[in-house]
């Protein structure tokens, strides 16, 4: 009872009419005395038809409107529904109320009606061919479900837009730009049309990279796969598809690797509005270039050059070689740690370190482990993970990149490991022992300082305290820890402070630290 009197109160106009009419046809008679149609016969006669065609149309209104309220607008809240199917409906219901109308009030057959109407439909037809060949496939799209109001399509040979409306003629499209743009039906029936909001939120992306032949393909995916993974979390770019990297063709001008990466526009903060839609997309196209750019730099990968290049010279270097003394300086020279480093110490450095290559999922550190090394990573993308609290799964806190330490409190304090590292991709890195970081402090002691204030500044820019602390209170905690950590250094390494004592008798005790880590972009 509750839920029929909202519906009553919207239907009190249809209602009233229709009632109206139906009374007015039970009291034909005394009507027609009371308006004085007694007298005028073809009044008379007329006043009936008019009754029969009121009743007819106002019970096609109320019947019409009856279908609005319990259809189309609760279906309206779902789906927006597009005004041609309304329009339909409403054609079809008023269509048999004029057969009514013919049939039943005037007493014609309605055969002869229909066969007449045929003919004429035939005429008209051909007059009007191209705005009934739109109607028509505005029905077909309509039932055909291609897309729907508030959907982001793009047309071949149209810019793309949100559809904003379905009607008899046209589909209108909202475009990035803030204009409408109108397309006949007609020509939406024969382009192809690409839905960018079906399935669902989640789009797919593919950019193309070429590369020489002479690179190794193993170590092209490797850094390419690191590359596009490490771009996961950025404006909408998600981890689940996986992105990857694959070989697609091999051309003149080298070997084209295809990078697939998957953005939830939901993730991106999107709205549905075209404007938004290709912003986030631009973006996200922008970081994975970004990201396979930084690691194609730092595993030293060039673009390929076209083929037809005449080099008068020698041809000039297109990648790092892992196992050259030189291209292993190299890198040395883009690590943090090492910056403070000379020439001859990076090279003596670089000999002493060993090449390691793990697989993707293979751990590199464990939680826990006593280790005496330190880890440089070359080629590849590492994640570090902690169990936050006790008893639950280790989680990823963090991100390695191409050029990152990590490991070095254990090589350089003997604390054992503060978290657990373990491949994403394929990875390639370079493993520098205790004994090789005590022989280079041993030759320059005031390296360990150097050092020290490295692993110190990284310590403090991965605090939240950090971003709290005012400049004087900072500038003290980094003298502090600097000063702890290279009695720390030194003591483990067994040499000796600057004043001559042994290093573990000029060390006061001081609070463990953890492994600094990169925070995750």
Known sequence: MKQAVPLVKKLWLPLTVTGVFIAASFYQEELVVKLGMTTAAQLRTI??????????????????????IIVWEPLNRRVPVPRLLRDVAALIIYGLAITGIVGLVFDKPIVPLFAASGAGAIVIGLALRNVILDTFIGLALNFDRAFEIGDFIMVAGSPAGRVIELNWRTTRLLTNDGSILIIPNGKLGESIVTNLSRPEPVSQFEMSVFLDFELPTDRALRVLNAGVHSAVGRAGIIGEPA?????????PDGVEYKIKFYQDS???????????????????????????????????????????????????????DTHSHEDRVALLTRVELFESLTVME????????????????????????????MFVLCEGLLEVRIALKEGQAAQRVARLQPGMFFGEMSVLTGEPRSASVVAVTDAVVFEISKETMAILV???????ERIASTVTNRKLRNSEAAARANTTSLAAEKTSMTALLVGKILSFLGLKSKAGKPARQAAEPGPMFSEPI???P
Not at 268 to 285: H, I, N, V, W, Y
């Open 442 to 448: 041993q030759s320059r002691p005031e390296l360990a």
């Open 243 to 251: 992105p990857y990297a694959r070989i697609n063709n091999v051309t």
């Open 518 to 520: 990169e925070e995750t």
């Open 47 to 68: 006043f009936p038809y008019a009754l029969g065609i009121g009743i007819w149309m106002s019970l096609a209104y109320l019947l019409n409107s009856l279908l609005s």
């Open 266 to 320: 939901r993730i991106a903060g999107t709205d549905g509005m075209p404007d938004d839609l290709l912003r986030a997309q631009s973006k996200a196209k922008h970081e994975v270039w970004r990201a396979v750019l930084d690691h194609l730099n730092h595993a030293g990968f060039g673009p390929a050059t076209p083929k037809q290049d005449v080099f008068h010279a020698p041809q000039p270097q297109r990648q790092f």
């Open 346 to 373: 990076r090279t003596q450095l670089s000999t002493a370190m060993s090449e390691r290559l793990f697989r993707q999922g293979e751990p590199v550190i464990e939680l826990g482990d006593h280790g005496d090394s």
